[in-house]
């Protein structure tokens, strides 16, 4: 794998707690992203960034945000947790846009209850 | 609404046969074309990518492009059950305004031995 952590793995959370997933990328690649992946929706993006305090809006961004204030760390944030937000995230990372050179850290399973 | 479509499956083949997967796209700007392999529980991994018309092979894999039908495939010959696996069909339009990947919603491939 691509030098991409994701952390935590796993977490279970309460409908209106905050919560933080974090991505550290050892690559020193420019772009950064947080997809989510659902049954019968597949891969879907939240949020990129494309250098640090650089980010954009996704498909799927509203109840998230992110910030990334170094190259290697990319957070995404839940404000308030909801159930609709129960989701396997997966950080990716790529040296350009091409889509050619994208890697996908391990994911995070987020449950919501 | 830019859209990516796959036959969910699952696909069933034997060992040893072909499994042909299909991919249809909507944007006609679209100029780069992946398939990525998923295995239960993992995060996606680039096995093909694909950016003119004609066929790309890769040992036992085949890529297929057609831009007139918007239609990518994915060939595997002499199937293994490690190839089973759900296989994701991922368009880019590098060079337009975001140039991130739109995902399928993934085809289960499954080989029997």
Redo the contacts between chains.
Sequence with gaps: DAGITQSPRHKVTETGTPVTLRCHQTENHRYMYWYRQDPGHGLRLIHYSYGVKDTDKGEVSDGYSVSRSKTEDFLLTLESATSSQTSVYFCAISQDLSGNTIYFGEGSWLTVV | QKEVEQNSGPLSVPEGAIASLNCTYSDRGSQ?F?WYRQYSG?????IM?IYSNGDKEDGRFTAQLNKASQYVSLLIRDSQPSDSATY?C?V?N?GGS????I????TKLSVKP
Excluded: D, I, V, W
Excluded at chain 2, 42 to 46: A, M, V, Y
Excluded at chain 2, 98 to 101: I, S, T, V, W
Excluded at chain 2, 103 to 106: A, D, L, P, T, W
């Design positions: 780069s992946f993992k995060s996606p991994e680039l990518s994701l991922a880019s590098y975001q140039g991130n990947l995902f399928g919603k993934g």
